[in-house]
């Protein structure tokens, strides 16, 4: 009776497993605005590289923010969910438990901080800004950010994108939009001269439309900024989750946040 007993165990056991009742993984719900190239966008179609975003069905998240918060799941034994959030919604709907962190290209300012707790920074380099131009203005021979005087910009509500405009002398700061492909629509229209965006965003726009030009800044004539870079967010409390990012992040090398950063870039071009 006992050896009956012991195989039956077994084989519950191995049925069970099967069927992945003990293979189950906690879930990572992360949030992203998915509209700031190549960081983060949605696209139409499933790749081997995309996820799902479970709040816009039949759409999908792709970009570098995704590809390290991948990277970090499987390190720490997650099973990720991607939420499309709009960009002055992310730190709501993090403090509101509606996600677990935040991987949407997301800067550590003063402000932020007051409300969330930042990881590590997961970029390549360190963030630095330059300026997207019309090429059918004057502005598309500027070296320097005083060259930028009567110009006309715009930028994101709520970031550094649009606050940067200040720091440009005699620049005329228009009305700041939503997203990020506003700011773009209206500099490709001519509605603005110029917008704020960071270099590898601005490469991206340089190489995929005729008329925009990145002018990247000199060496100590840029912007001068109260931020260490693109972080992950959490909420406070979290702090074993804020641990087990960093430890991850702690150890993930250049090389693997380049090759990360290739991967997004790949599937830009492939989808655009």
Known sequence: MKKFAL????ILAVFFLARGYFADKPVLRIGMECDYVP????EKRPTDSNLPLVNHEGFYAEGYDLQVAKFIAEKLGYKLEVKKIAWEKLLDALNKNEIDAIFSGM???????EVAAFSD???????IYGICVNTDTKYKDAKTLND???AKFTGQKGTRLYTAIEQIPGAVQLEAVDTVSEMLDMLKSGQVD???INLDTGLSYERRFR???LVELPEGGGFNFDFRGICAGVRKKDTKLLSDI????????RKERQQLMDKAVVQLWKNN
């Open 194 to 196: 110029a917008i704020v």
């Open 148 to 150: 930028f005087s009567g």
């Open 211 to 213: 008329n925009v030009k």
């Open 107 to 113: 800067l550590d300012t003063l402000e932020r901080k």
């Open 39 to 42: 960081n983060n966008w949605e």
């Open 7 to 10: 195989v039956l165990v077994v």
């Open 121 to 127: 920074t997961y970029e390549i380099d360190q963030t």
């Open 246 to 253: 960093n430890g991850v992040l702690g150890k993930m090398s």
